[in-house]
T-cell receptor, first 110, second 117 residues
Framework: GQNIDQPTEMTATEGAIVQINCTYQTSGFNGLFWYQQHAGEAPTFLSYNVLDGLEEKGRFSSFLSRSKGYSYLLLKELQMKDSASYLCAVRPSNDYKLSFGAGTTVTVRA | DARVTQTPRDKVTEMGQEVTMRCQPILGHNTVFWYRQTMMQGLELLAYFRNRAPLDDSGMPKDRFSAEMPDATLATLKIQPSEPRDSAVYFC???????????????FGAGSRLTVL
């Protein structure tokens, strides 16, 4: 089975930085994904890591340590529109499906 | 923008009725997934297909749920009979391998919100 843990909620101020942690224990590993989901909408793809290290995409960065079963999503220069749920998902090896964590709701305050 | 199209967007039905949800994946995507999302359980995988062949439906209650892909442009999820505990948002997603990585980036449809009274 898959066990993916992330905090339930985080609050931050506009312009600040927030780091969302994700730990996982899965049967095999072939990639870790981050998705963003605004209330009432579908999840949308943000980033993907398969090797250890940092992937940067504009204001968003994602880090992976496979030996520790750990990832984080870093959101910089927070904007009000970044208020959303952020979902960590893992792809087990030899499989195409994604297993999702419960999501972290980030609230950005002015 | 290429989109995954789902119908209906909203469905309210009575317990015991049959519900059919439809999904048109993005042209060229070879994997199709059905997920269910509730506040309590989050996103749960129900079933998925690769090249129209069902690969895994272990997340689906088999006595009442069925998932099919009659052709490359249509995936269906049927619930018969429906129960109040089936109330959720049902998402269809389709995927393609990232270049050089063999992984799937999923594009989700807007979802079908089902309420069973």
């Amino acid at each position: 089975g898959q066990n993916i843990d992330q905090p339930t909620e985080m609050t931050a101020t506009e312009g600040a930085i927030v780091q969302i942690n994700c730990t996982y224990q899965t049967s095999g590993f072939n990639g870790l994904f981050w998705y963003q989901q605004h209330a009432g909408e579908a999840p949308t793809f943000l980033s993907y890591n398969v090797l250890d290290g940092l992937e940067e995409k504009g204001r968003f960065s994602s880090f992976l340590s496979r030996s520790k079963g750990y990832s984080y999503l870093l959101l910089k220069e927070l904007q009000m529109k970044d208020s959303a749920s952020y979902l960590c998902a893992v792809r087990p090896s030899n499989d195409y499906k994604l297993s999702f964590g419960a999501g972290t709701t980030v609230t950005v305050r002015a | 923008d290429a989109r995954v199209t789902q119908t209906p967007r909203d469905k309210v039905t009575e317990m015991g009725q049959e519900v059919t949800m439809r999904c048109q994946p993005i042209l060229g995507h070879n994997t199709v997934f059905w997920y269910r999302q509730t506040m309590m359980q989050g996103l749960e995988l129900l079933a998925y297909f690769r090249n129209r062949a069902p690969l895994d439906d272990s997340g689906m209650p088999k006595d009442r749920f069925s998932a099919e892909m009659p052709d490359a442009t249509l995936a269906t999820l049927k619930i018969q009979p429906s129960e109040p505990r089936d109330s959720a948002v049902y998402f269809c997603a389709s995927g393609f391998p990232l270049p050089g990585a063999g992984a799937n980036v999923l594009t989700f449809g807007a979802g079908s919100r089902l309420t069973v009274l």
